[in-house]
């Protein structure tokens, strides 16, 4: 349609041309013909990179990759700077400083006090405390759109065995699921963006998260406002399962629900020697476990990934004696929304139904302080595709998998409840150096390439969401 009309404008310029007498009728023509020639450009010779096509009035117009001629100079400024050796050695060092000195949940203050440092010295305006212990900054406009980048920054209650120099110094306690280069890598984004905030079409949030591991560190910033207004958000987890600088997501459920359930079971106490005389709640706890894997064997679908594991029981302290209770707890995980509630349901049920058999009675605690309920990561499809491509663009076509689904589970979950969001794993897997150990091993080791990879996503994410976003509110 677009060669029509413009065949059709060239035939009637031609005809004006025949027909102009006199200097300034062909001026005017000439300034008609620098319209046309405008228009026909934006309507028609604006190629979008990576071979997709030009952006449509939609919804998805936002979404779309950046424009050809500005894609290649936005990848080779952000790299460049994320890779300069200053900018290399001092996220290295960021991370090495978290790293020997973890904190627990909400007892992140020196990392937190670190963040801040480095934002002062950056120039870039903070909140503090939020959520007890978190950063929240902005780099841009100050003014919308709004893009939020989240690093976590708590440890774990982990003795660390890996052999370092900068192994943890504080005992039982370790950066054992990459929270450490978490926070470097987003402290190096706000870097890279501090040094294009005169181009950011908009705002990027950086929130510097306490108590992942808790499960409540997202919940609490959430109720502390750090979303206001915030359009789209973007969360890196490194991941030992794939090489140095492959990224994986995926579109929709990415991470399961994860809950946790405590029953105690009561009956009634007495001698071992004579069970008629007492209730025996150790019975009931026992067909109580069994039960539950019933439920994932014989009632889920099996294309429909689903975990109910007992892992903590407790009953009795003597070997004659039946106890008065027992207690079995562990935890259930579910891909969507709707198995997630069904299944606590079901083990409720399953729970109560085998301590009636048993005569017993019981008490089923699903709101533990210590494992609080986190919903699926289900990651939205829009948001998925341009962090997609932009890991095409940093990592190349070949290093950006498809993820399978995985039953670990993630608190930057509670984000994507609120607001169109994208979550990325990005591998550290490296033999030679010892970096193969799954989280939460004490042994766990990563390849500390991935601090200016990471930084390099969190910006140009950032950096072409918001440009993208100021292209379609414009037109």
């Known amino acids: 349609m677009g060669h029509l009309i413009s065949i059709r404008m060239d035939k009637e310029i031609l005809i004006a041309l025949g027909s102009i007498s006199n200097f300034k009728k062909m001026i005017n023509l000439q300034v008609l013909l620098i319209v046309l020639v405008l228009i026909s450009s934006l309507s028609a010779a604006i190629p979008l990179s990576l071979g997709f096509q030009p952006a449509t009035f939609s919804d998805n117009c936002c979404l779309n990759p950046f424009l050809a001629d500005k894609n290649a100079s936005l990848k080779d400024c952000v790299i460049g700077l994320a890779n300069e050796p200053e900018m290399v050695e001092w996220m290295r060092k960021i991370r090495r400083e978290i790293h020997k000195n973890p904190e627990l949940a909400y007892e992140e203050l020196a990392t937190s006090s670190l963040v801040r440092r480095e934002l002062e010295e950056m120039g870039i305006k903070y909140r503090w405390p939020v959520a007890k212990t978190g950063v929240v900054a902005a780099v841009g406009s100050g003014s919308p759109p709004f893009v939020a980048l989240r690093a976590d920054m708590d440890a774990l209650p982990i003795q660390e065995l890996a052999d370092l120099e900068h192994k943890s110094q504080v005992d039982g306690k370790m950066h054992a699921c990459g929270h450490d280069a978490h926070t470097s890598m987003l402290l190096g984004a706000a870097r890279i963006l501090k040094e294009l905030e005169s181009s950011l079409q908009g705002t ?24 206001k207004d915030v359009d789209a958000i973007f969360g890196v987890h490194i991941i030992h399962k794939f090489p140095i600088g492959v990224a994986a997501s995926r579109p929709g459920q990415f991470l399961a629900g994860c809950g946790s359930f405590k029953a105690i079971i009561k009956g009634k106490g007495g001698h071992a020697a004579a069970p008629q005389e007492s209730i025996d709640p150790i019975l009931a706890a026992a067909t109580s476990i069994i039960s539950l894997q019933h439920i994932i064997s014989r009632e889920t679908d099996p294309l429909d990934s689903q975990v109910v594991s007992v892992s903590i029981v407790q009953a009795g302290t003597s070997y004659n004696v039946i106890p008065e209770s027992a207690t079995i707890a562990g935890t259930y995980r579910a891909f969507g929304w709707k198995g997630f509630r069904d299944l606590r349901e079901r083990l409720e049920e399953v729970i109560k139904a085998q301590a009636a058999v048993h005569r017993c009675s019981v008490k089923i605690d ?27 663009l940093i990592v190349g076509e070949e290093n950006t998998k498809v993820a399978t689904i995985f039953t670990g589970s993630e608190d930057f979950a509670s984000y994507l409840e609120k607001i169109p969001g994208s979550f990325l794993l990005l591998g550290i897997r490296n033999e030679k150096i010892g970096a193969i150990y799954p989280p939460h091993s004490p042994y766990y080791t990563i390849d500390e390439d991935v601090l200016p990879i990471g930084a390099a996503l969190h910006t140009t994410f950032a950096y072409s969401y918001l440009r993208n976003l100021s292209m379609c509110s414009s037109s």
Request: charged share 30%; no cysteine.
């Open 366 to 392: 699903f709101d533990g302080k210590e494992h609080p309920t986190l919903p699926p990561t289900v990651n939205d499809e829009r948001i998925y595709e341009h962090a997609r491509q932009v890991s095409n």
């Open 204 to 227: 990027v949030i950086l929130i510097f998260q306490p108590a992942e591991e808790r499960g409540e560190g997202a919940k609490d910033m959430i109720k502390e406002g750090v979303l």
